[in-house]
Structure formats: structure tokens, C-alpha cells
């Protein structure tokens, strides 16, 4: 990694062994990833401020953990089901050295006109969408307004699956180390896997293709999607909007199965009915707001796992009391391959 993108999550890495450090050895003009310096007083702080960072993973109540364990161990994976948040919690918050792209952002329309037309929508509704003080209804309101001017963008400026594939070609995106043998371990155990995302699932599907190249029977994208003309050209979205304030399984019946679009033959194993009858979950998020993706689901027992992958020291308070599980520092899946392994150690269970 060069030092002109020397990030947060690296300073943050070295904690643990830092008395062997001497700082001052450090160059003060260590850049962030948006390339702005940081200054030696930064870096020290960065260092030494950080309370948790000399461990990779924070869990609020281990008893009641346990307890949350064994009552889905007992149910068997039948009436278990996966719900993962897509950017940043499936894939990577920074990816070589620098922050990652995500599945909406990386999107690059062949006119760069509409490009700068979205980034301006983007300036002017994101700040709302985190604002504490706008009431729910309002914002919800907001957010539809905002996604649909860019859906709309994306029709007028003429976008086609050819600029899809070579924006994901070109992107700063990657997996987590671990998301195959995930995906792997539940497919083998017929435990469905529904990725939950406000951004565009042909895009999420152009991902996964590119980056993982291969299906799996049990991955359900509920997002999202697009229809296309047979040159390829963007005509319409279909179904139900599904924006940040509702992505959850209220939306899930609008979703399409992977497999379908990537040309495998085998049948999915999934379908919304069934999915609503299993009633143990295991929910994976990057945002307090995720932990609204299982509403609409009467759950009986649910293990939350946060991936808290930066700002840990003014964050980490909320994703403790909001998961059973926080991972720190943009950590990889294996922790979570570990957890199902100890919920179903062999696929006959």
C-alpha cells in the first residue's frame, strides 16, 4: 500500500502492538484515502484514543448469546433463514487500501452528464436520510422522491447492461474473505440466503458473476430491478420500490432468485412462503438501520451481527446494544462461518 493511501483501518490495525511503535518514526504527511493529510496529532490519537480496536469482535450479553444459539441449534436448519445487507456487510468497506465502491456508486452511465446529475441528487438527499430530527413519515416520503429521480436518470440518460458490466469491471469492489465458503456451507444445509440492498439487483447480480463466478441455488436478491429491451437498453424498473426505509422482508415478495438471471438450470430453492415460515434468522448489517431488514418476518429467535467498519470509537456504544455481535475494523466472514458452523456442524443435522 503506498503511503499516499494510508488508511484509518490500518492505523487502527497497529494498536495492538503499538508500544513497539515509536510515532514519531511515522510521516506526517500520512494521507486518508480522500487524499486530505493527517496531521501527526491524527495519527496518535487514531492510535492510541481507540478503547477497542485491540479486539476484532464485541459481544454486548454472551449468555444471552448462547441461549439465542441453542434454541436455533434445536430447531435444526429448516426453519432457519439468512438476511444480509449487500455493501459493506457482504462486501469489503475498504478494498486495497482505499474506501470501497458500493453497488449504487459504482454505476457509470456512457453520458457522464447523468453521471452529474445523480451525484447532485445524491448531495442533496443523503444528508436527510441521517438526519435525526425529520420524522419518519417524511423522510420515508423523501427517500421514494429520491430514488425515484434516479431511477429516472437512469432511463432518460439511456443506460445499458453493457455500461452495468463494465462499471462493475472497473469498480473498487470486493467480497469478504469467507462469502464463498458462507454461501457454500448454508447451500449444503438448504438454508436460504436473501440479500437485502436499496440498490439496483442487476447490478448486485454483475457482482457477484464477476467477482465470485458462480450461483448458488439458495441466494435470493430482494432489490431493485431492471428490465431491459433486447439490445440491452434500460426501459423500466419492476416492482415495488424498495429504497433505505424499507428494505425488509415486507418487500420480499417482489424479489427474483439469482439462478434465474445467471442461466443455471437447477430449480431455486426459494419462494416466499416458505421463507416466512422459518422462523429462526440470522441478520448480517453494517447500519443500526439494518436491523429493521427482518421486519415483517414474526421471527422467534434472531442472532444480529454488525460489521463496524469505521468511526468505531463514536459508534461502537449503539452497535453493541443493537447486535448480539459487532465485528470491528472491516473484519472477514469467517467469524460468521464459524457461527453457523457451531449452529449445524454436519448438513444431515
Given amino acids: 500500500m503506498s503511503l499516499s493511501c494510508f488508511c484509518l483501518h490500518t492505523i487502527l490495525n497497529i494498536r495492538y502492538i503499538s508500544h513497539h511503535l515509536n510515532l514519531s518514526h511515522f510521516n506526517s504527511r500520512v494521507r486518508s484515502c480522500s487524499g486530505r493529510n493527517m496531521s501527526q496529532a491524527e495519527i496518535t490519537k487514531m492510535v492510541n484514543g481507540s478503547k477497542c480496536c485491540s479486539s476484532k469482535v464485541v459481544i454486548n450479553d454472551p449468555k444471552l448469546l448462547n441461549q439465542k444459539k441453542t434454541?436455533?441449534?434445536?430447531?435444526?436448519?429448516?426453519?432457519?433463514?439468512?438476511?444480509?445487507?449487500?455493501?459493506?456487510?457482504?462486501?469489503?468497506?475498504?478494498?486495497?487500501?482505499?474506501?470501497?465502491?458500493?453497488?449504487?456508486?459504482?454505476?457509470?452511465?456512457?453520458?457522464?452528464?447523468?453521471?452529474?446529475?445523480?451525484?447532485?441528487?445524491?448531495?442533496?438527499?443523503?444528508?436527510?436520510?441521517?438526519?435525526?430530527?425529520?420524522?419518519?413519515?417524511?423522510?420515508?416520503?423523501?427517500?421514494e422522491e429520491w430514488w425515484g429521480k434516479t431511477h429516472g436518470l437512469l432511463i432518460e440518460g439511456g443506460l445499458t447492461y453493457d455500461a452495468i458490466r463494465n462499471s462493475v469491471a472497473g469498480a473498487l469492489i470486493a467480497f469478504r474473505e469467507g462469502v464463498v465458503e458462507f454461501f457454500e456451507f448454508l447451500e449444503e444445509r438448504d438454508v436460504p440466503v436473501l440479500i437485502f440492498s436499496a440498490g439496483l439487483a442487476d447490478i448486485i447480480e454483475e457482482v457477484l458473476r464477476q467477482k465470485l463466478h458462480r450461483t448458488f441455488k439458495n441466494v435470493k436478491i430482494v432489490s431493485n430491478r431492471m428490465k431491459f429491451d433486447?439490445?440491452?437498453?434500460?426501459?423500466?424498473?419492476?416492482?415495488?420500490?424498495?429504497?433505505?426505509?424499507?428494505?425488509?422482508?415486507?418487500?420480499?415478495?417482489?424479489?427474483?432468485?439469482?439462478?434465474?438471471?445467471?442461466?443455471?438450470?437447477?430449480?431455486?430453492?426459494?419462494?416466499?412462503?416458505?421463507?416466512?415460515?422459518?422462523?429462526?434468522?440470522?441478520?448480517?448489517?453494517?447500519?443500526?438501520?439494518?436491523?429493521?431488514?427482518?421486519?415483517?418476518?414474526?421471527?422467534?429467535?434472531?442472532?444480529?451481527?454488525?460489521?463496524?467498519?469505521?468511526?468505531?470509537?463514536?459508534?461502537?456504544?449503539?452497535?453493541?446494544?443493537?447486535?448480539?455481535?459487532?465485528?470491528?475494523?472491516?473484519?472477514?466472514?469467517s467469524g460468521v462461518v464459524k457461527l453457523v458452523s457451531e449452529l449445524f456442524p454436519s448438513a444431515s443435522d
Fill in 230 to 333: 433486447q439490445d440491452g437498453n434500460l426501459i423500466s424498473f419492476t416492482g415495488k420500490l424498495i429504497h433505505s426505509l424499507n428494505k425488509n422482508e415486507h418487500a420480499l415478495d417482489m424479489a427474483a432468485s439469482l439462478h434465474d438471471h445467471l442461466g443455471e438450470e437447477n430449480g431455486c430453492m426459494i419462494d416466499s412462503d416458505s421463507v416466512k415460515k422459518r422462523t429462526n434468522v440470522l441478520l448480517l448489517g453494517d447500519h443500526m438501520g439494518d436491523l429493521r431488514m427482518s421486519d415483517g418476518l414474526n421471527y422467534e429467535t434472531r442472532i444480529s451481527v454488525g460489521f463496524l467498519n469505521h468511526n468505531v470509537e463514536n459508534s461502537l456504544d449503539n452497535y453493541r446494544k443493537g447486535y448480539d455481535i459487532v465485528y470491528l475494523d472491516d473484519a472477514p466472514m
Fill in 71 to 143: 434454541a436455533i441449534r434445536l430447531a435444526g436448519p429448516s426453519k432457519f433463514q439468512v438476511i444480509a445487507d449487500f455493501d459493506n456487510t457482504l462486501t469489503k468497506y475498504w478494498v486495497d487500501g482505499c474506501k470501497g465502491n458500493s453497488s449504487h456508486a459504482l454505476l457509470q452511465q456512457e453520458n457522464p452528464e447523468y453521471n452529474a446529475k445523480r451525484d447532485e441528487l445524491f448531495n442533496y438527499y443523503h444528508p436527510i436520510e441521517f438526519d435525526p430530527e425529520i420524522p419518519i413519515d417524511e423522510k420515508t416520503k423523501l427517500m
